[in-house]
């Protein structure tokens, strides 16, 4: 059937710039890590990419070795693409990212400049795509010169494969380096995509201050630390959730006695506020205006929709982030 996005579809949505750039961001994001594979089912994944789009949500999140099996995920994206959002493809930014391990040999991991370019060439072609709007590196390589890496990421920009590039998973002192030989280069890092949940805040120590300061933007990803920072395992594993459906990432052994404890705490300061605890998690994150978009999962779209919740109050009183604090300490 013909798919026709919702007409009201930026009527709420919040928009926010990315870094000192010209782009905006809608404040939520949609990742395609888990649920987009071709071990999923297929009617799923594309009512997920529809009902993000239908409430706003512009920015789809890939990588080369999303799945499983790796690139599939892309594959399927670029079949939605096709199917539904084709005549859309100018209200969307779409990213995909490499640096994981994606094909055997010396040339499918890590940061070459023979990699990321390889790389990108073959996304585009599992997307059915010209250019993404962000590529990534994936993560930081220590074995390759940086000035390669970012090399790369330049070249990519001025053969048309890419419109802006982005750094994930890099610690402050390497981010600041790989921002400072991009703009010398002439193509400026347009967004970083760190780990950054309540459960991993290990962004607080310098590197939202560094992208404040170069005007970089942040789009942190697992935001609801896979699932954890929901009710969803307060009382048990349900058979539908990451931890018995995939149990790669996140696994039985990360719901551990203490942490459930922590979760119950929170989940009594989520319900004072009004909210649940999975929109009490992303607000938290979006509550900061360093942070230009929150990057979510999901495995449903009625997932999408409640988290979307999470828009109508990133306000916190003084007391409840230190009650938050005391929680997570
Ligand atoms: N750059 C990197 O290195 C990197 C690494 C990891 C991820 N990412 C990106 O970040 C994206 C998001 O990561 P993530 O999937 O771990 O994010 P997340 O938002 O922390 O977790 C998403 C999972 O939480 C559950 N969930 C989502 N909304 C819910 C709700 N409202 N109520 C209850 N449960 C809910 C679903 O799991 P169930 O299956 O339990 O329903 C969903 O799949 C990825 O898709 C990817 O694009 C990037």
Redesign the pocket.
């Known amino acids: 059937m013909t798919y026709t996005p919702s007409p009201e579809r930026y009527n709420t949505m919040e928009y926010r710039r990315c870094g000192n750039s010209g782009v905006k961001l809608s404040a939520m994001s949609l990742?395609?890590?888990?649920?987009f594979g071709h071990v999923n089912n297929f009617e799923n994944s594309r009512n997920l990419v529809k009902t993000a789009f239908d409430h706003g949500i512009t920015h789809f999140?890939?990588?080369n070795n999303?799945g499983p099996p790796p690139g599939s995920a892309e594959e399927n994206f670029g079949k939605i693409l096709f199917q539904d959002l084709r005549s859309y493809r100018d209200e969307l930014i779409i990213s995909t990212?490499a640096g994981y391990t994606m094909w055997d040999g010396p040339y499918g991991d890590w940061g070459s400049k023979k990699y990321l370019v390889s790389s990108l060439d073959q996304s585009l072609k599992r997307l059915k795509l010209e250019y993404v709007d962000i590529f990534?590196h994936?993560?930081p390589d220590h074995n390759t010169p940086l000035e390669e890496t970012m090399a790369a990421l330049d070249l990519i920009v001025r053969q048309g494969k890419a419109l802006y590039v982005g750094i994930?998973?890099y610690r402050p002192a390497e981010a600041e380096k790989a921002f400072r030989i991009l703009k010398d280069l002439g193509t400026p890092c347009l967004i970083h995509?760190p780990?950054y949940?309540m459960f991993e805040r290990w962004v607080e120590g310098g590197l939202l201050d560094l992208l404040e300061k170069e005007g970089v933007g942040c789009i942190p990803?697992?935001?609801?630390?896979?699932?954890l920072?929901?009710d969803?395992y307060l009382h048990g594993i349900?058979a539908?959730?990451?931890?018995a459906?995939?149990g790669v990432f996140l696994k039985e052994d990360h719901i551990t006695p203490e942490r459930i404890e922590k979760i119950k705490a929170l989940n009594q300061i989520a319900e004072q506020r009004g909210q649940?605890l999975?929109h009490m998690a992303l607000s938290w994150i979006l509550k900061d205006k360093r942070v230009t978009t929150v990057?979510?999962?999901?495995?449903?779209p009625d997932?999408i929709t409640?988290?979307l919740q999470a828009l109508k109050n990133t306000n916190f009183s003084t007391d409840e982030l230190a009650a938050i604090d005391r929680i997570l300490a």
Do not use: E
């Open positions: 990742g395609l890590w888990h649920n999140d890939l990588a999303y990212k990534y994936h993560r994930s998973n995509q780990k949940s990803f697992s935001p609801l630390a896979q699932g920072l929901t969803k349900p539908d959730s990451r931890v459906t995939s649940k999975a990057l979510i999962g999901a495995s449903k997932q409640d988290s």
